[in-house]
């Protein structure tokens, strides 16, 4: 099959059974690959009520036809499970080398089911598949691991692994790869340690068949020289994501101190030619990339110099304005820290600021934090906090289920503050002057992350205040840029650099073979998000409409200063904003696909399972 | 002074009554800033700015003759 390795590994841990099943064209064919094998495999085979961190939860690591082919980035593999932080599907993608080594050692997707009884490790060079112990990785940070791992095994092995925080199974637990790269949310580090999963492993020495060469090779070429003539290029190059903190500052997005406010004083600190003078010690690029966002950066704290990869903008505003920190040497700091921890730092910076105000209000206090002074501006308490999630200690113990379960616990108000949907805490955009931004938060399927739909240009573009034709504009980018996570590739050529559809569209069939048209494409997309969405549906009950509200924070609190000051959300806007949403999904007003809008999408079998259970009519 | 602004295609996807490019005619000592206002960009849609093939930010003062492009804000992935 053009454009797919070909095999399915599946991989139980508790039996050690190790099985490869033929991918069908059926499969690659309506479910593309990356997420949308993940969302099939979740639906199909996770049982509804599976704890998340039981054996009966499976990772699913898979990439699409896209990757590790002649073509810019095509680089991105997805882990996806029932995510342990929301308890629905949940995914999370990562750059680096991972996706086309899995590929080239014949494997589309490998299914990781059950639990090893000791701490272990995938290992897999093309057909050689072993489950081996590896007690002595056991309680090492990410990084080190990886290391650990590729000096042992050889340079050539591609590795992912879990910190401290993942084999404690911290429901923000990352899975790191490529020494400082991460598939962050969800919790997909907590599901491997669950399952006494340490790492994976992978050399792969095949080649990954394409339908078009000379096709693939001239619109890849196109494609090259257009990215390299890009004046924006120079400065992705020499800044990365870092670039964009003091644009987020001056439109009113950065989140600060726990979201209360969305601009910060001293984000001139964190700017993009800040960190570049200060910390980077030089780039670094995925596969077949030439914008080479990583940074390798150096950064210093009592005493002790660390080198990590970022920080980039997500980690800049969670962790540095959020936490109200002072410099981008102290954030790269705790970037390093997290990615050691095998922390998400999107879910961390949540987490600590959430436990920096819980502090400052006094609805925790000395005596919960064994003495420790938990305040705004403190590198030190982050540092703390962020060792007690990992070890889930003392109040790490609330904060390592998340901020909505910790708000649980210490109650007081709290949950208002607890800045999440569905139990994944908010990424780096402060939405209340951002309509489309916030519904694209809202509803998004794995929970308050930004990367299925980003509009605020959007909102600018189009006002601020305007409610109408925004759910347009949101579900518009819900299918389109998913899509490039199934299809393996990453989509910040096309998002940040304006590499037009049209590549990929070109691409798709010389890869493949296949004859689908862009919008054919996205209608599979369409499809997946209805899965995900059915996942949740059969998961819960009373899964709904509930599910898709912000914290009380953006409705309550206008904002208290900066550009956007006394601006907040209102109810009457959300309904309207969620009203037009599911309409143009074809969902009904408490947010459920209709039984005949996923007979459209191709999914009667799942339509007629959710009416038979009385969920969707 | 004559300066040019080229609005790199995404941008004007974003905001479709955009040109892709605009001549504007500006007093001395104007600034990329007083450009862009001119041009009517909203604040906010533009993220890097170039002048020639230097990244510059919005306070660089602009010269006879030059050619700024505009590129829109970064999403973070």
Redesign the interface.
């Known amino acids: 099959m053009y454009g797919y390795a070909g095999d399915i590994l599946r991989v139980n841990l508790s039996t050690s059974a190790v099985t490869h099943e033929p991918l069908s064209e059926d499969l690659a064919s309506e479910y593309i690959g990356g997420r949308g094998f993940g969302a099939y495999f979740a639906y199909r085979e996770i049982p509804a009520g599976a704890d998340p961190l039981g054996p009966a939860n499976k990772l699913i690591v898979a990439s699409g036809p896209f990757a590790g082919v002649f073509l810019p980035s095509g680089a991105k593999t997805s882990l996806s499970a029932k995510s342990p932080a929301t308890g629905l599907y949940g995914d999370s993608n990562v750059g680096g080398h991972l996706a086309g080594e899995m590929k080239y050692a014949g494997f589309d997707a490998i299914i990781i089911e059950g639990k090893a009884k000791e701490p272990s490790y995938l290992f897999i060079e093309d057909e050689k598949v072993e489950i081996r112990p590896c007690g002595r990785l056991w309680g090492m940070g990410a990084i080190e691991a990886e290391k650990a791992l590729k000096e042992q095994l050889g340079d050539e092995f591609q590795i992912a692994t879990i910190g401290p925080a993942g084999e404690n199974m911290v429901v923000f637990a990352s899975v790191n790869h490529d020494i400082g790269r991460q598939a962050g949310r969800c919790g997909m580090g907590a599901v491997m340690g669950s399952k006494n999963l340490k790492a994976v492993a992978i050399r792969g020495t095949k080649n990954v068949p394409v339908a078009d060469m000379d096709g693939l090779r001239k619109v890849a070429d196109e494609m090259f020289t257009a990215l390299m003539a890009n004046?924006?290029l120079?400065?992705w190059q020499?800044q990365g994501?870092a670039?964009?903190t003091t644009?987020?500052n001056?439109?009113g997005a950065l989140p600060t101190r726990n979201f209360h406010q969305n601009s910060y004083e001293n984000a001139e600190s964190f700017s993009g030619e800040r960190m570049r003078r200060e910390i980077v010690v030089r780039d670094k690029a995925c596969f077949a990339c030439p914008m080479a966002t990583g940074k390798f950066c150096r950064a210093s704290y009592r005493g002790k110099t660390v080198y990590l990869e970022g920080p980039?903008?997500?980690t800049t505003a969670l962790i540095g304005s959020n936490c109200a920190l002072g410099s981008i040497e102290e954030v790269a700091y705790a970037n390093y820290l997290c990615d050691e921890l095998g922390l998400d730092t999107i879910s961390a910076g949540n987490a600590v600021a959430f436990a920096m105000e819980c502090f400052e209000k006094g609805i925790i206090t000395k005596e919960d934090t064994g003495g420790l002074e938990i305040r705004f501006g403190s590198l030190h308490a982050f540092v703390e906090v962020a060792k007690l999630i990992a070890e889930r200690k003392g109040i790490g113990e609330a904060l390592s289920g998340g901020v909505r379960a910790a708000a649980a616990v210490w109650g007081q108000g709290s949950e208002d503050f607890a800045i999440q949907v569905k139990g994944l805490e908010w990424?780096?955009?402060e939405s209340r002057g951002a309509p489309s931004m916030m519904l694209a938060y809202m509803t998004c399927d794995i929970g308050a992350h930004?990367?299925r739909a980003?509009s605020?240009?959007?909102d600018?573009?189009v006002g601020r205040g305007v409610i109408e034709g925004k759910a347009a504009k949101v579900i518009e980018l819900q299918h389109i840029r998913p899509l490039f996570d199934c299809l393996g590739v990453c989509?910040?050529q096309w998002?940040?650099?304006?590499l037009?559809l049209e590549y990929y569209a070109k691409l798709y069939p010389a890869v493949t073979g296949r004859r689908d048209s862009w919008d054919d494409l996205l209608n599979k997309s369409e499809k997946i998000w209805n899965l995900t969405r059915a996942f949740a549906i059969r998961e819960r009950a009373d899964f709904g409409r509930a599910d898709d509200q912000p914290p009380r924070r953006f409705l309550q609190e206008p904002v208290p200063d900066g550009p956007l000051a006394g601006l907040r959300i209102t109810r009457e806007d959300l309904d309207r904003l969620l009203d037009e949403y599911y309409d143009l999904r074809g969902w009904d007003r408490n947010g459920r696909p209709t039984v005949e809008t996923l007979r459209r999408l191709g999914l009667g079998e799942l339509a007629s399972e959710l009416q038979a259970m009385g969920r969707i009519s | 002074m004559k300066v040019t602004l080229e609005f790199a295609k995404v941008l004007t996807v974003i905001r479709p009554e955009l040109p892709e490019k605009v001549d504007l005619d500006l007093p001395e000592g104007a600034t990329l800033e007083d450009a862009l206002a001119a041009a009517g960009v909203p604040q906010g849609l533009w993220g890097i700015t170039l002048v020639g093939d230097k990244v510059c930010g919005t306070g660089e003062r602009l010269s006879d003759g030059d050619r700024v492009t505009v590129l829109p804000p970064v999403s973070g992935g």
């Open positions: 004046p924006a120079k400065a020499d994501l670039q964009v644009w987020s001056s439109i980039e903008y997500e990424s780096g955009y930004h990367n980003w605020i240009t959007h600018i573009a989509r910040l998002v940040e650099l304006g037009p």
